[in-house]
Each structure stands twice: as C-alpha cells, then as structure tokens.
C-alpha cells in the first residue's frame, strides 16, 4: 500500500506567493488554524472508504472517474475554487503541489474537475466529481499531483491577500514497463584536519541522488570513509525521502574523528524501495566512490621541524668535532716541528 498522505494547508502570503505545504489530518485543521473546511476523497463503490489519498492504475488513453469530498465545519457559507496541478519534489526533499498560477503538464493537466468554483453551506458537505483523462502516449510509470480548493475571495491580514489551500495527493499508475532506478553522482569528498598534531580531523561528502526511473522511490543510504588499509573507518546511516520520476535531492553529510591517514576514500551505497501499490520491478543497491588526501601537514610541519633540529645539531657537533681535530692537528704538527729544531753549539 501507498504511504499515507494527508490533505495539505498551504498558506501563500504577499500577493499570493508560494510557500511550502503543511500538512494535516483529512478533513481537519489546527486548533489555532483559522480554516475552516476540509477536504478528503469521497466514499466510493469503485475505489473504496477511507482513502488517506487518491491512488490509481490506469491503461494508456483510459479515463478515471472520483470525487471530492469538501466539509464546511464554519457557520457560514464558503464558495472555494477547485483545481488540480502537478506534483513536484522540493530541495528539502518534501512533496510540493504547483501554484495555480503556474501551468501544469503533467498530471494536472489530465484531471478536469466537474466545478471549478463551488459553494458549500455552512455544516454541510458536497460532493465534487472529477475526471482524469489518461493521455493515450501517456508514459508508463508514476505520475503525481493533487486536487486543491482554496478561497474564491482571499482574505486579507494586515494588508496583505492571504490564501488557504487544502487538497490531497493523486499518485496514477499508467500500465507499461517498470522501471525504477537511483542514481548517485557529483559525488565528493574534502578532508580538514587540525592544528594538533595527533589530533583527528572531520570529512564532508557531498553528493546527489536522483530518480532517474518511472516510479516513485525512497532508499536507505549508507554514507562512510575510510583510510589507507581501510583504517580508521567512519558511517552514517540516512534515509532518501520519496522522490518522484526524474526528482533529484542534494545531500552533504559530515562524519567526525576521522584520522589523517594520508588518503580518504569515501563510498555512498543506496538501498531503494519502490513506493506504491503493485511496486514492480525493484533495482539492486546502488553505489558510488570517491577519494581525497588527508594528509596530516601539522604532523608532517612537525616532523619536519623535528629532522631539522637533528641535522643542524649534528651539524654543530660535527664543526664543533672538526675544529678540534684542526686544533689536536696544529699542536702536533706544532711538536713535530720543535723536535727537528738543531741543538745549539
């Protein structure tokens, strides 16, 4: 079964900017939230109760029909426009819906909703069908979006037009050749050791993920380093949120107390998963190198520093051994020349 997704509260602010969806129960809002309808997928005969969200497998060319449910729990009537776009993935890894001033091509383009405005009374609830035509050249494979409602007259909050989105998630299915697949690349490695000489050092690896296949996919990432003769081994464990088809996310990860042992070899090996119902096909490990010197200098300056203070003491003493041969030399030759000195008559 698919992850649970929950309806979204998106909150664009000056002049109708877009922000990051935050996301809630179905149907319900913070206690200190001022929305006051919610939205959920409608009970269905041919899709089921109690879906967390819309999810389905479809042929190329084939149409899909549901509904929406929208609950007004305020006192008074609400009108909300209602339409679809895209899903798409962020740069912090969360699951993101197009503006709706942005122009949808995917998914969102093939959901055409009965209404695209609609008034609901106050305690009441109403129904909204939808329709979502599966282009025949459709590529097989995830596709992702959302259905979204959201004020037909944005209120306003210290002069600014604020407006409140709720919807929930659509994942389709199209029928055709699974293929998932994870890529790694850009992948580095830089070493910073310390001014102590016998002190450990800190490595970065920074690398991208990215979905190169045509289902949705999270894995579980190992991240490690390790010196020459593999000594001084360090790990991180980490998790690669859902990424849809073609989706990449950047990471950098920071492994402490690593030694300087001259040359650093990093390794980054995913474990995917397919997300979804009926995954497919699922794809092996997947892994990357890199290397990078970590040369320890302050030992080396030190070293250094050491080898010169010997050889410019041995080189004293040898001066020193050396004028005291001249010095032993002279006096004897100094004797030598006393005793062929002729006795006086």
Known sequence: MSRTLRPLLVLVTAAFAWVSLLWAAPGAALAQDPVTWGVRPAASADHGDNRPNYSYAAEPGSTVRDAL????HGDRPITLLVYAADGFTTAGGQLDLRPRGEQSTGLGAWVSAAQSQVEVPAKSAVDVPFTIAVPADAGPGDHSGGIVTSLAVPEQSGGVNVDRRLGTRIHLRVAGEAAPALAI????????????PLGLGSATVGFRV???????????????????????????????????????????????????LVRLDAEVRLTPKVEGVDAGGQSGDVTAAAGAWAVPWSALVLLVVVVGLVVLLRLRARRRRVATDRRIAEAVREALDNDRTPADH
Do not use: C, K, W
């Open 210 to 260: 990215t979905n190169t296949g045509n289902l949705r996919m999270s894995a579980e990432q190992a991240v490690s380093v390790e010196g020459l003769f593999g000594l001084g081994g360090q790990e991180r464990a980490l998790t690669v949120p859902e990424l849809l088809p073609g989706a990449h996310l950047d990471f950098t990860v920071e492994l402490a107390d690593v030694p300087p």
């Open 185 to 196: 690349s850009d992948l580095a490695v830089d070493y910073r050791g310390t001014v102590n």
């Open 69 to 72: 449910t929208i609950a007004n």
